[in-house]
């Protein structure tokens, strides 16, 4: 499977859902398929499925996804069984596992030689975790997860490719306002207040 | 003051201070407060198992409205660097870090963990106070996350023994 094919199934299917993604190529694709200030680009490697726990722990209602790598997931394994804990019904953690770490010089990761994140992520409590073998089981595992109301973790086998695209339009503290003026404006909530000056007090 | 007493006067400061989501990792010492925010219904706790997800996690529950704290020894902040530094600090994002300070002044144990906490927290550009007093806890802490938002960066406070009170027995926890 391509990754990129994977990313447009999931954009026919994200809604209004806040999308966390990965360090590397794969953020770009996904913002070139949705672009949106309700995603979230990480710059740590590993954090991305800790980063979306926080927000399904903080926004209960709203679907949360996950666009994981498979360097990253196995840099913070230990965020399988704190989500497995947790359970939060609006996550879905979909990691896609092209067995290299692509954006560092495509050295193959331990998935290349036999891990199974699946098979880990069922092991440490996730009890919906299942590999999509094809595009149609992809769509279909997607799909099913965007309605259902509990926590979901889909693997992918993707090839080591990526699509040309353009970069990452905005930094780091840039993708952080628009992040949270959209979750302001959608949820109707206030996050960042601002006070008077103590001259008006 | 007891641990217990201690724990409470503690949760009460988080509970002022506005913070509704806890992530912490056990250290004996911290068992009282741990318990304490674990028992408290305003408090979404988040248990880890590795300090540094705990970063991310309040990092992502930041981003969505809520008030945070992560507690942990001072080991769990060394591991949590990476996180701090290119998550809270490249985006600007405030936290609440309590870290139980093991190799303090007075301690049998991680005399040098104790010798590097401060000065890696001064690395970092992470500003830090030492707790000693109880009583003086909910007011540090509602000024530490007035400073931790305004500032936009992660603020620490340093849990001594002092602080966290004497502790029950092994056996009666």
Redesign the interface.
């Known amino acids: 499977m391509k990754r990129f094919d994977c990313l447009k199934l999931i954009a026919a299917e994200a809604k209004d859902a806040l999308v966390v993604s990965s360090a590397g190529a794969m953020t770009l694709e996904w913002n070139v398929l949705r672009p949106s200030d309700g995603n979230f680009r990480v710059r740590t490697l590993g954090l991305c499925s800790s980063i979306a726990l926080g927000m399904a722990l903080g926004l209960p209602q709203r679907k949360i996804i996950a666009l994981d790598g498979d360097g990253s997931l196995l840099m913070n394994l230990c965020s399988l069984p704190t989500i497995a804990r947790m359970q939060p019904g609006n996550l879905l953690h979909i990691v896609f596992d092209n067995e290299v770490y692509e954006a560092s010089g495509s050295k193959k990761t331990a998935t290349a030689c036999g891990t199974d994140l699946v098979g880990v992520a069922r092991a440490a409590g996730i009890k919906k975790a299942m590999w999509a073998n094809t595009i149609d089981g992809f769509a279909q595992a997607v799909s099913s997860a965007m309605t259902a109301d509990d926590l979901c973790f889909v693997g992918a086998k993707v090839t080591a490719e990526r699509t040309d695209v353009p970069p990452y339009p905005i930094d780091e503290v840039e993708n952080k306002y628009r992040f949270i003026r959209y979750v302001e404006k959608t949820e109707q909530i206030a996050i960042i207040k601002t006070n008077l000056p103590a001259s008006y007090a | 003051m007891s641990a217990d007493e201690a724990a409470t006067t503690i949760v009460g400061g988080l509970k002022q201070a506005g913070i509704n989501?806890v992530v912490t990792l056990p250290d004996i010492n911290l068992a009282q407060l741990l318990r304490a925010v674990e028992d408290d219904p305003d408090i979404?706790h988040?248990?880890?198992?590795?300090e540094?997800?705990?970063?991310?996690?309040?990092?992502?529950?930041?981003?969505?409205?809520?008030k945070?704290a992560a507690i942990m020894q001072n080991g769990g902040f060394f591991n949590s660097n990476?996180?701090i530094v290119?998550?809270l600090l490249?985006?600007?994002?405030p936290l609440l870090l309590f870290i139980y300070y093991a190799g303090d002044i007075g301690d049998r144990t991680f005399s040098t963990s104790g010798s590097m906490t401060e000065p890696v927290l001064q690395a970092l550009g992470v500003r830090y106070y030492v707790m000693r007093e109880t009583s003086d806890a909910p007011e540090l802490i509602k000024r530490a996350q007035i400073l931790a938002e305004d500032a936009k960066r992660p603020v620490a406070l340093l849990l001594t023994k002092e602080v966290l009170g004497r502790r029950a027995a092994l056996k009666s926890l």
Request: glycine content about 12%; hydrophobic content about 40%; aromatic content about 6%.
């Open positions: 989501l979404l988040v248990p880890l198992c590795r540094e997800e705990g970063i991310g996690i309040c990092a992502g529950a930041y981003l969505v409205g809520k945070c990476n996180a290119s998550t490249q985006y600007q994002i």
